[in-house]
């Protein structure tokens, strides 16, 4: 039986061209129940967007407290509810006791309130629809109060010193254009150029109820004891997808999740 390591190494992937658009994290064989036989059982995977994201490595530059900034759009028009962000926003409260912790749910998530939170906040959470533009990429956006829409064009234009991590609890956040496949253009590449240093995202289309599980997996680790800790966030990410994939999960339940940046 093959030994699987205990404290797995860490991996970047800069994937171009077709390549960006397969689930490499996610690559082996899945009709065994022998463990040992897929790239997660051996390390925890990242990607990256340019190979000098990595070489660059910038750092947090300026000091800030901490907080969290948490957004949920359950009813958006236009598109389908989405029940399960309320309960997805009530998990990560319950995980942020006794940290700065800023909800905006509803018509509270205005595109005004969440572009002044997030000029304060160290990490921000996105729990609504997620549109990927085919037709122009920069028009990609989340969906907030009243329908308005935060595009990457916007967001590539801020400038946060203080940030660390962007969950996109969305769907298509990591999914670039097939017009531009030597180039990463979506909104979790958006939110590194923004100054998030790492963002979890996802590569398509993702379930209601499978987001929420996944956000109480990755924030029970990353806030464990009240001290929050983005360079955890990969690790967190990993861990709360093997619990997914274990508990016997659809691959569309999982596979879509990652992690980018540091």
């Given at each position: 039986m093959t030994s699987l390591p205990s404290n797995p190494s860490h991996i970047w992937w800069c994937a171009t061209g077709p390549l960006a658009f397969l689930p490499i994290h996610a690559a082996g064989i899945y009709d065994t129940p022998d463990p040992g036989n897929c790239i997660s059982d051996f390390v925890i995977s990242s990607y990256i967007p340019t190979l000098s994201t990595l070489i660059d490595n910038p750092q947090v530059t300026t000091p800030h407290s901490f907080q969290l900034l948490a957004v949920?759009?359950?009813?958006?028009?236009h598109h389908s509810p989405l029940p399960g962000t309320r309960k997805e926003l009530e998990l990560?409260?319950?995980?942020?006791?006794?940290?700065?912790?800023?909800?905006?749910?509803?018509d509270g998530a205005t595109m005004e309130n969440v572009l002044r939170h997030m000029g304060e906040a160290t990490w921000v959470h996105f729990a609504c629809h997620g549109v990927q533009d085919i037709s122009n990429?920069?028009?990609?956006?989340?969906?907030l109060a009243n329908g308005s829409q935060l595009k990457l064009s916007t967001i590539?234009?801020?400038?946060l010193s203080h940030a660390?991590?962007?969950f996109l609890s969305a769907c298509e956040t990591a999914t670039g254009s097939k017009d531009l496949s030597e180039e990463a253009v979506h909104l979790a590449a958006g939110m590194l150029?923004?100054?998030?240093?790492?963002v979890i995202a996802t590569m398509w289309s993702i379930g209601d109820v499978d987001a929420s599980r996944i956000a109480d997996g990755v924030y029970s680790h990353i806030l464990m004891g009240g001290k929050p800790e983005y360079t955890q966030a990969a690790l967190a990410l990993h861990q709360a997808?093997?619990?997914l994939r274990l508990q016997g999960a659809s691959f569309l339940s999982w596979v879509p999740y990652i992690h980018v940046g540091f």
């Open positions: 949920a759009q359950p009813n958006a028009p990560i409260k319950s995980r942020a006791e006794g940290v700065p912790f800023v909800p905006l749910i509803d990429p920069t028009n990609s956006s989340l969906i590539i234009d801020l400038s660390e991590l962007a150029l923004a100054g998030y240093r790492g997808v093997q619990r």
